[in-house]
Every structure is written in structure tokens, then in C-alpha cells.
């Protein structure tokens, strides 16, 4: 079943290739969206695609990075909008 979630990692997640890991991640799972760094420190992804794929995503990004440590991950689901083609990230 298809969904989008509009996820937040907190911790240290910026200045280690967070960004890069979760694109190469989410374009092995086939999921679209995209990624970016936040001024408060956090990351921010936005992606939609198979919801069992976008929990493995979430598990790969929060346990098996391995320069981040995330302290907390703060998801909030929505319908699935068919919005994007690719995972790009942004700025």
C-alpha cells in the first residue's frame, strides 16, 4: 500500500552525508521525494512509496548510518500523492 511521510531526524545528522545516504537508500527501495538539512540542526525527508519500504527506510536511516547518530525521528504519515518521479535531494 502506497503512503508519504513527512519525517525528522534529530541528532547528529548534519555534516555526515545524511542527505546522500538516505538518496542512494531511497532510490535502492524505489521511493520518491526528497531530503534536506534544516537550520535547527535536524533533517527533513519528505517521501512517498510502499509503506513497509518506507519503514525499512526509516530503520536504515536511525540504525545503520554509520557516521549519524539520531536521537529522535518524528514521522507523520499522510495519503499518498503521487507528487514526485525521483528522490532528489534539496536545499
Not at 538516505?22 to 535547527?40: F, I, K, M, P, Y
Not at 530503520?59 to 507523520?76: K, M
Request: net charge negative; with cysteine; hydrophobic share 40%.
Amino acid at each position: 500500500m502506497n503512503s508519504r511521510a513527512h519525517i525528522f531526524f534529530s541528532g547528529r545528522v548534519q555534516g555526515v552525508c545524511f542527505r546522500s545516504y538516505a538518496q542512494e537508500w531511497a532510490s535502492s527501495l524505489n521511493l520518491t521525494g526528497w531530503v534536506r538539512n534544516l537550520v535547527d540542526g535536524r533533517v527533513e525527508v519528505l517521501v512517498e512509496g510502499d509503506k513497509e519500504r518506507i519503514e525499512n527506510f526509516v530503520s536504515i536511516l536511525e540504525n545503520d548510518h554509520p557516521y549519524a547518530r539520531v536521537e529522535n525521528v518524528e514521522i507523520n504519515w499522510g495519503e499518498y500523492q503521487a507528487e514526485f518521479d525521483s528522490f532528489r535531494i534539496t536545499w
